[in-house]
């Protein structure tokens, strides 16, 4: 009986979904001192939001093989 219930617990955990990570984009608009976001231009934050949720959804449905450096050609990440 213990048996056939691992059996049935692995046999379902293996039977679920893969799931997969979630990236959310997220504009900071503190930094618009010129008010190209605010004011009559606020539209524009919906564009920009929408242009974000088409990169969400293809970062998080795609399968990216893995970035693998050869022989002197290497890369680094960085962010300003």
Request: net charge negative; proline share 2%; with cysteine.
């Amino acid at each position: 009986m213990r048996f056939s219930l691992i059996i049935l617990t692995v046999c379902l955990l293996l039977s679920a979904p893969l799931s997969r990570a979630e990236l959310t984009i997220q504009f900071d608009y503190t930094y618009d001192t010129s008010g190209f976001f605010s004011g009559a231009n606020i539209g524009r934050r919906d564009i920009l939001d929408d242009a974000a949720a088409v990169f969400e959804g293809y970062l998080t449905t795609e399968n990216f093989g893995a970035i693998v450096p050869t022989s002197t050609n290497t890369w680094k990440l960085g962010f300003f």
